[in-house]
């Protein structure tokens, strides 16, 4: 029996309320009442959901772009760092105020423009959530990080995608800006993942300023690739740019973040987040890393020139890389079914890579995390054992 839907309009009156609306936009919110019943708790089991496999320790973990880089004397350094026992008992800061003042210090920028998460993807998180006060639309730039849509989705929201160019993975800004006026976000990943591949600042301005949807650059990979826009945050509101100190801080097991962005994107955030968000260890140790930096500038030139050797192995195997500006390749295989084929049997030889076949414009790809000179030796050794026995 089909459902009877009845779309009710509710005017709010915005007086002492938690409610965020994007730029000028004026909204009504409709609620959606199925005839006689509400909707079900147990919808939330159709959801798709952000899984990864559980691949533990002993095998090579070339799938999450953790930083292989960083020498044990780094983590050493960062784990004698002075803790303050009492201040384990206390919940931290709201909001932390000192710790935004750190970052924004290292960042220089106004301590009002950056505001601390745990981890990137809470930052991505919190600002998706904005569009739940708006058109509740959002446009994906792909192909790019699953987590976005699975989050869109998570919150009832729209999400569409908007594809890269064909070939060459860059912008269509004409597209994007046709689009982005229905959209409250538009997300794109720079550097992205999984391509690897670096938008312009030019192109990154020239969008934010011919929306005004809000643009969310995820600058994930960004120290990589020694580039940010997070400096336009002073000159437009409608960007913010989420950082981490998961990959070439390679701090992923501590999850803790930032977003750079205009007073009135932070003052959103601040209605969103939890007040007690980031533990006091990791917030202590991040401070650490900060003075340690030398030691993550070190670790990126050899992952560079590393990088530089396995992009040129891949190519004379034939498997045309993808151009990459950060700590992994992307890489085709040729078809869907040969890209299932290397992934299983690179798995069952110890290294795990990501597969990533299912994804528009990559669907015979796989990525792989630039490992130390004497690792990628290794993979690459297999790999070619691998292409030669198969015939790829």
């Not at 989705?153 to 569409?160: G, R, T, V």
């Not at 994930?220 to 437009?236: K, M």
Request: proline share 4%.
């Amino acid at each position: 029996m089909a459902e009877n839907k009845v779309m009710i309009p509710i005017n709010l009156t915005i007086s002492n309320m938690y409610v965020f609306t994007w730029g000028n936009y004026l909204y009504n919110v409709y609620i959606s009442v199925v005839e006689g019943n509400p909707v079900s708790w147990r919808g939330v089991l159709s959801l798709g959901f952000y899984e990864e496999p559980n691949v533990g320790y002993k095998v090579y973990r070339l799938h999450f772009n953790e930083n292989l880089f960083l020498p044990r004397q780094y983590y050493e350094k960062l784990l004698g760092v002075d803790l303050d026992p009492e201040l384990i008992r206390y919940y931290t800061e709201p909001l932390n105020s000192t710790f935004n003042d750190a970052l924004a210090k290292y960042l220089n920028v106004d301590a009002n423009n950056v505001f601390a998460v745990a981890g990137g993807d809470e930052g991505l998180r919190l600002l998706i959530q904005f569009a739940l006060h708006g058109f509740r639309r959002i446009l994906i730039v792909e192909p790019t990080y699953s987590m976005p849509r699975v989050l869109a989705e998570s919150m009832n929201l729209a999400a569409d995608q908007a594809l890269l160019r064909e070939g060459t993975y860059e912008l269509n800004l004409e597209e994007l800006v046709r689009l982005g006026g229905s959209h409250d976000i538009i997300y794109l990943c720079n550097p992205n993942n999984p391509t690897g591949s670096l938008f312009s600042r030019g192109d990154i301005e020239y969008l934010v300023s011919h929306v005004n949807s809000l643009v969310v650059i995820d600058e994930a990979y960004a120290e990589f690739a020694r580039f940010s826009v997070i400096d336009l945050t002073r000159d437009y509101e409608n960007i913010a740019v989420i950082r981490t100190f998961s990959k070439a801080w390679g701090l992923a097991g501590l999850r803790v973040g930032y977003v750079a962005a205009s007073d009135s994107v932070i003052n959103g955030l601040k209605r969103l987040s939890l007040p007690h968000n980031i533990p006091y260890i990791s917030m202590v140790l991040v401070l650490r890393a900060l003075e340690l930096r030398d030691y993550v500038e070190r670790g990126i030139d050899d992952m560079v020139s590393v990088r530089g050797i396995m992009t040129k192995s891949l190519s004379d195997l034939g498997l045309n890389p993808i151009p990459s500006v950060t700590n992994f390749i992307t890489f085709h295989v040729g078809s869907q079914s040969k890209a299932n084929d290397v992934h299983e049997e690179l798995f069952r030889r110890g290294f795990v890579v990501r597969n990533l076949s299912g994804k528009v414009l990559c669907e015979d790809c796989l990525r792989v995390t630039v490992p130390p000179m004497n690792v990628a030796e290794m993979f690459i050794s297999n790999l070619e054992n691998i292409v030669k026995h198969r015939g790829l």
